[in-house]
């Protein structure tokens, strides 16, 4: 079994920063590409961008609506994605939800986390 679990959700002020990461873990479990989707209340879950867990020399890629707000890196520790968002507006409000694409030894292994609510106020 993997799970995948965010953190660092919360509420802030519009114009504000907060952090979110994500970690997958379990057993042989190895990450190829991690992502970020978000889904704001009676909206569809849309991809907030993607980066390889694989590859160092890949970028992230991201929705037009975030470019140049929100950065996803690789963390040290293995399986590790952050988010970093900054100049946060009302309409970044959304559940923001983990995903991964990887194996568990020899199996593929495709996991969502639960979500972290993200609150931005006007």
């Known amino acids: 079994q993997g799970n995948l679990e965010e953190s660092g959700g919360g509420l802030v002020e519009a114009g504000g920063s907060l952090n979110l990461s994500c970690v997958a873990s379990?057993?042989?479990?190895?990450?190829?590409?991690m992502d970020w989707y978000r889904q704001a209340p009676g909206k569809q879950r849309e991809l907030v961008g993607s980066?390889?867990?694989?590859?160092?020399?890949?970028?992230?890629t991201y929705a037009e609506s975030v470019k140049g707000r929100f950065t996803i890196s690789r963390a040290n520790a293995k399986n590790t994605i952050l988010l970093q968002m900054k100049d946060l507006k009302p309409e970044d409000t959304a559940v923001y939800f983990c995903?991964?694409?990887?194996?568990?030894?020899?199996?593929?292994?495709?996991?969502w986390g639960q979500g972290t609510l993200v609150i931005v106020s006007a």
């Open positions: 995903h991964m694409d990887g194996s568990r030894g020899l199996a593929t292994l495709e996991l």
């Open positions: 980066i390889s867990t694989r590859s160092t020399h890949t970028d992230p």
């Open positions: 379990g057993s042989l479990v190895s990450a190829w590409s």
